[in-house]
């Protein structure tokens, strides 16, 4: 189930701050990030056209 449907904390040590790795179901802890920062992790994992 994604992780903003059943309404439950992820058990993480960084939550609410989690990102997605691989697919959706795959969560895992991560730091506050502002807007810069996941957009340059975005760019590293996306081949731009």
């Not at 439950?8 to 802890?29: C, D, F, M, Q, R």
């Not at 502002?34 to 056209?49: P, W, Y």
Request: glycine share 6%; net charge negative; proline share 8%.
């Amino acid at each position: 189930m994604p992780c903003g449907s059943s309404g439950k904390k992820l058990n993480l040590p960084t939550y609410p701050h989690h990102k997605h790795e691989g697919s959706e179901y795959n969560v895992v802890a991560s730091p506050a990030r502002d807007l810069a920062a996941v957009l340059s992790e975005i760019e590293i994992l996306v081949e731009l056209r």
